[in-house]
């Protein structure tokens, strides 16, 4: 069984490789390096051991001894469009953990809702903090005490979700009231606001998904999103509370004017962003993502061992 410890996951680090049009880009591995080539020619390798996911963006060709060492290795690969938008991934995974999946299997719906209560709270106490570092302590702030007992005391899921979701549209429209924001609304590409959630939530959601299936979870079993056909619920409970970090990234970026309109075009009204400008934003989150790794993997090992101790350990937080 394959898992990754702190003091190993603490050295690694996330790659970024953009295919180049025209040309044959191959990644493979060799002498325990990962190696990337343009037209037979080496370009850049890297030590398979300081490598934990490598984000490849446009068309390229990989080899099968790339699959099994990544595996061996516990390397996850995410293959993305030039408008980063995930295609497909090769994810390293903890084979055979049946006393995990038992318990993950064995949840019932009290259990459910009590992790589903405290990941909840979690995150919208996260967007109050990123508020309150804006100066914008009403609104969502002043309601939080309310909001956070209405969420311990919420008795189904659906409630539960009407909670998450009116906090979270009160929590954008806060958030980013000075930058001209309309709504949340993914994957329409309505506009560039949305464009870059997406990706970062996106990259984010790969991560997690990455460090649950090392510490040998099936990421199609959540709990707060249920079953849903070729959905990674486990995966998208778990960003829940980290999603913060990629809303703070954006606004930084925005203010700083690192975000380029010129950089998108407009087609069938819907935003794209163009296949030159796609390493730059790629970059930003990833960045992000890097600084506050050491937090995701401990809030998934918390998580783990909470599952392995049904319940008896307390459900991990994430603070910002």
């Not at 967007?127 to 209405?150: F, I, S, W, Y």
Request: with cysteine; charged share 25%.
């Amino acid at each position: 069984m394959l898992m990754i410890s702190l003091p190993d996951f603490k050295e690694k680090q996330l790659l970024f490789i953009r295919a180049e049009r025209g040309v044959f880009n191959k990644i493979k591995f060799q002498n325990d390096n990962l190696v990337f080539l343009k037209d037979d020619k080496v370009i850049n390798r890297a030590s398979c051991h300081k490598v934990f996911g490598a984000f490849v963006i446009g068309d390229i060709t990989i080899t099968s001894g790339l699959m099994r060492d990544g595996v061996k290795h516990g390397v996850s690969f995410f293959f993305l469009k030039d408008n980063l938008e995930t295609y497909a991934s090769i994810g390293a995974t903890a084979e055979g953990h049946f006393l995990l999946r038992g318990r993950q299997y064995a949840w019932n719906e009290e259990t459910e809702m009590t992790m589903a209560r405290h990941l909840i709270a979690n995150k919208v106490t996260n967007q109050c903090n990123l508020l309150k570092e804006r100066k914008k302590t009403d609104g969502l702030c002043v309601d939080l005490d309310t909001t956070l007992l209405a969420i311990q005391e919420a008795g189904t899921s659906e409630t539960l979700l009407g909670l998450e979701g009116n906090a979270s549209r009160r929590f954008f429209e806060e958030y980013y009231s000075d930058i001209g924001w309309v709504r949340r609304a993914p994957r329409t590409k309505g506009d560039i606001h949305n464009i870059l959630l997406d990706i970062g939530y996106s990259m984010l959601f790969n991560c997690v998904d990455a460090l649950l299936r090392l510490h040998g979870f099936d990421t199609y079993k959540g709990f707060h999103h249920k079953l849903f056909f070729q959905r990674k619920s486990l995966a998208c409970d778990i960003m829940e509370p980290f999603r913060c970090v990629i809303d703070r990234q954006f606004l930084k970026s925005w203010n700083l004017k690192q975000i380029d309109p010129s950089d998108f075009t407009r087609e069938k009204g819907r935003y794209v962003l163009s296949y030159e400008h796609s390493r730059k934003y790629a970059e930003l989150f990833m960045q992000t993502i890097m600084d506050n790794k050491e937090d995701l993997y401990n809030y998934v090992h918390g998580f783990y061992r909470y599952v392995m101790n049904e319940g008896s350990t307390d459900f991990p937080l994430f603070k910002m």
